[in-house]
Nanobody, 119 residues
Framework: VQLQASGGGLVQAGGSLRLSCAAS??????MAWFRQAPGKERDFVAR????????YYADSVKGRFTISRDNAKNTVHLQMNNLKPEDTAVYYC???????????????WGQGTQVTVSS
């Protein structure tokens, strides 16, 4: 089972990026995105339930980011709009069984993709 994240890059403030996470092998109940800025802890960004599509967002991204899933392709997307410099971080997708915000509840992690937002 692997998670492959893609879609990061460099964008100006106010711009948009779309991250994707392709899951191969077994699928988990919940997929999530976390991010980690240099010198900081890994923070929860958003999560989605595979079957019901229920979503939840961190307050810092609510209204700007949208998490979605493509069940047929076993892929989760994170559409990021109106990006701010403080969104700069390595973004990780993760898979788990619990509808949680805690990184320790997620069993499988992708390799991370860098998002850099310039001011």
């Amino acid at each position: 089972v692997q998670l492959q994240a893609s879609g990061g890059g460099l964008v100006q403030a106010g711009g948009s990026l779309r991250l994707s996470c392709a899951a191969s092998g077994r699928t988990f109940s919940v997929m999530a995105w976390f991010r980690q800025a240099p010198g900081k802890e890994r923070d929860f960004v958003a999560r989605i339930h595979w079957s019901g599509g229920n979503t939840y967002y961190a307050d810092s991204v609510k209204g700007r980011f949208t998490i979605s899933r493509d069940n047929a392709k076993n892929t989760v997307h994170l559409q990021m709009n109106n990006l701010k410099p403080e969104d700069t971080a390595v973004y990780y997708c993760a898979a788990g069984l619990i509808f949680s915000m805690r990184s320790e509840d997620f069993r499988l992690w992708g390799q991370g993709t860098q998002v850099t937002v310039s001011s």
